[in-house]
């Protein structure tokens, strides 16, 4: 059939045009008299607005001015729960809540009004901790703080407790453990341009992830029809989750500020702005109780996993819920009870971030399993070999496992590659003499690919293809190129279908006018699912040419093109559409929380070698080997550098990345103080792929992107715990990321904290 597109390194579809500089992000954007807005935010973390005030000695002529009163529609942000205003009117929940919105030409005057609006406000008490809202200090979102709660049951978790009072070869150990906030920090900060007029409706240039997010939340905001509202985005500099649905926000509020002004209004975020005011990762605490039998065999798994939500609810329901579907690992075990909350605090509200829940809560568990082999002096392999999910074999959702997966060839691959036993004994005599303490740690860990349970029957994501007069296959889908390679991997996929060159396909910039809704680009979904949908379309296509006679089934290449072109001549367009339907073996009740959580698994082992230096206390990652089985890898260099990318940020994760929050405000929202490893931080990332082609792909490939965020920070982590065994031996476990050298002064001098 030709060239085997699927599989191989080509050249990146958007490559040329950025490398050049011809790529146009939304700051490039220009149109005639166009204005530049700001936003007034509250400094106060929980109050009521009172007043504002606007400073009669300031020349506001040729300002446009817009608050809660100004919205034509419902002052809401239309996300899963309706308790977010797009703009305050009474209530203050966090600190950097938009309240005012300004316009004009002139960017440095735009800055000296900043100063002239005074916000009068009455302050509340305010909740600033998880536990502090658990424990109801003050009731600041619904009846008790709960924004969403799960409970995932297997067994009878309680039966096996009270016989291990009975039975002492049953052993129970309990662990606490606390991941904080992180920040997305994308290259390009949140931007947005905006057309509106009450006859034409509202149109919106910017960098996002999902252009129908940001399409159905304007529509109640401007009161207006889906066909009077179009959403474009422009070329993205990343996302990792911070432009899935805070966009929405900024495009409501550049569209209000251009229906009022009648201009073309831009609204460019600086960093410290984008950085205190947006949404970030959400902190977590997980508590485990966990019964096994002498060798390390998992008896029961008691687990409560709890995350901040923040001032409102965003998208931490979906987020718990991820977490929670992958706090058990990939671990059989006869009793699971996964008991989740996310509970309310005034901060500003978390929200998507690449691994979306599971970074949270496979750090916990694979902490927790390392604590327990030690405890039970057996080694970290042996307790996750026995333990490992296999074919056949049920999860914690009593989902009967189908891949063809073998968790125990993946670590025995993971510690031959890195000479792990050698080295757990080299590191062990080099530690009784040297002061730079060396250790070696894994993490085995699982993820969902595409939407939990109904997620994607629910979304019916649709993708289209058509062909032009001259012959070029179009991609139609309103999935974005935000860096990861979306252009590229689609043009693989449709020109293997379509038995075509890869410059014959062209991927259509997303936009609402021209795109139907594929669904959003996030949960590992934009290949395995929306590819599939790509690839069905051009087949579907293909079949249209083969029926009408224009194409024999050995055609290729330009013989296809020609094809189109005769077909178009005669009939007017070649276009064809595909819509996603759920496979019928894939069962999920959302009441019970049972079933098939994710129609498909990516299987991983993660392995790092770290360095402790007494002097600083900075741990420094040696090494780093990351081996997965992700289906086919369309791509081979867009799949390492998703790996490496993502290891990277779980770097960050478990090393450096600390939100700091001061009176619910980020102390530390600059590029300064927020701490972030640089490339000589990073270390040398071994990448290793397994292929084990799914049914549910596009020639069996899977999700890739979050997966490396999973178990990056818990593999550095066994690692320090590893380095610093003798020294920490009567310590409290090493619990918490980030994991800073003031963390690691104290347990090598002194009691953790």
């Known amino acids: 059939m030709g060239h085997k597109w699927v599989g191989s390194s080509v050249a990146r579809k958007d490559g040329l045009d950025k490398v050049t500089g011809q790529a146009k992000y939304v700051d490039d954007i220009e149109f005639p008299e166009m204005i530049h807005g700001i936003t007034i935010r509250t400094s106060i973390a929980r109050g009521v607005l009172k007043n504002i005030y606007f400073d009669e000695k300031f020349n506001w002529d040729g300002f446009t001015i817009v608050t809660a009163k100004d919205i034509p529609g419902k002052n809401i942000v239309q996300l899963i729960e309706l308790d977010q205003p797009l703009l305050v009117e009474k209530n203050i929940c966090h600190a950097d809540e938009p309240v005012v919105l300004l316009a004009h030409p002139d960017k440095d005057l735009l800055q000296k009004a900043r100063d002239k609006v005074r916000l009068e406000v009455e302050s509340l008490e305010p909740i600033y901790t998880l536990q502090d809202s658990l424990a109801k200090k003050q009731i600041i979102w619904g009846k008790d703080n709960i924004q969403k709660s799960f409970l995932v049951q297997k067994g009878n978790v309680d039966s096996v407790f009270e016989l291990a009072k ?152 979906v987020v718990l819920s991820r977490g929670t579907l992958h706090a058990a690992g990939p671990y059989e075990c006869e009793n699971v009870r996964i008991k989740s909350q996310a509970v309310a605090t005034n901060i500003p509200p978390y929200g998507a971030f690449r691994g979306f829940g599971a970074p949270q809560s496979v750090f916990s568990a694979e902490r927790h399993l390392d604590v327990i082999a030690k405890e039970l002096n057996v080694t970290a392999e042996k307790i996750r070999r026995i333990n490992f999910l296999q074919k056949g074999k049920k999860t914690a959702t009593k989902q009967v496992i189908q891949d063809e997966v073998d968790m125990n060839e993946l670590l025995t691959f993971t510690l031959e590659k890195t000479d792990y036993h050698k080295k757990l004994a080299e590191f062990k005599k080099h530690n009784q003499t040297s002061s730079v303490k060396k250790g070696i740690g894994f993490a085995s860990f699982l993820h969902g690919a595409g939407f939990t349970g109904s997620g994607e029957k629910n979304l019916k994501s649709v993708v289209g293809v058509q062909a032009t007069k001259e012959g070029v296959i179009e991609i139609l889908a309103a999935s974005t190129e935000i860096g990861q390679g979306t252009k590229t991997i689609f043009a693989q996929v449709a020109a293997q279908a379509m038995k075509v060159g890869i410059d014959q396909v062209h991927v259509v910039q997303p936009d609402t006018k021209k795109v139907p809704d594929s669904g ?20 579907g296509l293909r079949a249209i040419l083969l029926e009408s006679g224009f194409l ?77 089985e992700v289906g086919k890898v369309v791509h081979p260099v867009l799949a390492a550098g998703q790996i490496e990318g993502g290891v990277a940020q779980g770097v960050g994760y478990a090393l450096y990345e600390k939100v700091i929050w001061k009176d619910g405000k980020m102390a530390n929202n600059r590029m300064t103080n927020y701490i972030m490893p640089t490339s000589v931080d990073i270390p040398e990332i071994k990448v290793y792929f397994h292929e084990l082609p799914s049914k549910y792909g596009p020639q069996g490939a899977k999700g890739i992107g979050e997966l ?38 104290q347990v090598m001098e002194g009691e953790l904290r």
């Open 166 to 317: 009975k039975d002492s070869s049953i052993k129970i150990f309990e662990g606490e453990y606390f991941t904080g906030a992180q920040e997305q920090l994308y290259i390009e900060n949140q931007g947005m341009v905006a057309i509106a007029s009450k006859q034409d409706g509202v149109t919106v240039w910017g960098s996002m992830q999902c252009p129908y997010y940001i399409h159905k939340g304007l529509m109640p905001i401007f009161h207006l029809s889906e066909d009077k509202v179009r959403v474009v985005q422009m070329e993205t500099g990343g996302g990792f989750g911070g432009k899935e649905e805070y966009p929405t926000i900024l495009a409501a509020h550049a569209g209000l500020l251009a229906l009022k002004s009648g201009k073309p209004v831009k609204m460019i975020y600086d960093r410290a702005e984008d950085m205190a005011a947006t949404t970030k990762r959400h902190p977590s605490r997980t508590l485990h109780k966990t019964a096994v039998n002498a060798d390390g065999k998992l008896l029961a798994m008691d687990i409560d996993f709890t995350l901040d939500g923040g001032a409102y609810a965003t998208l931490s329901s």
């Open 520 to 539: 959003p680009t996030v949960a590992s979904r934009t290949v395995m699912v929306v590819g599939s949908l790509v690839e069905s379309a051009c087949l």
């Open 552 to 628: 024999k089934d050995s055609d290729t290449n330009e013989k296809v093109t020609q094809a189109c072109v005769q077909y178009i001549k005669k009939f007017g367009s070649l276009k064809h559409y595909s819509q996603y339907k759920q496979p019928p073996e894939i069962k999920w009740d959302d009441q019970t929380y049972e079933g098939d959580a994710y129609a498909a698994y990516t299987w991983a082992v993660y392995l790092a070698e770290v360095s402790i230096d007494p002097v600083d206390y900075q741990v420094t990652v040696d090494r780093f080997t990351a081996v997965q």
């Open 708 to 745: 490396p965020l999973d178990g990056t920070a818990p593999a550095i982590m066994n690692a320090v715990d590893n380095a610093i065994a003798d020294i920490a031996k009567d310590k409290k476990p090493l619990n918490e990321i980030p994991f800073l050298p003031e963390d690691v002064m």
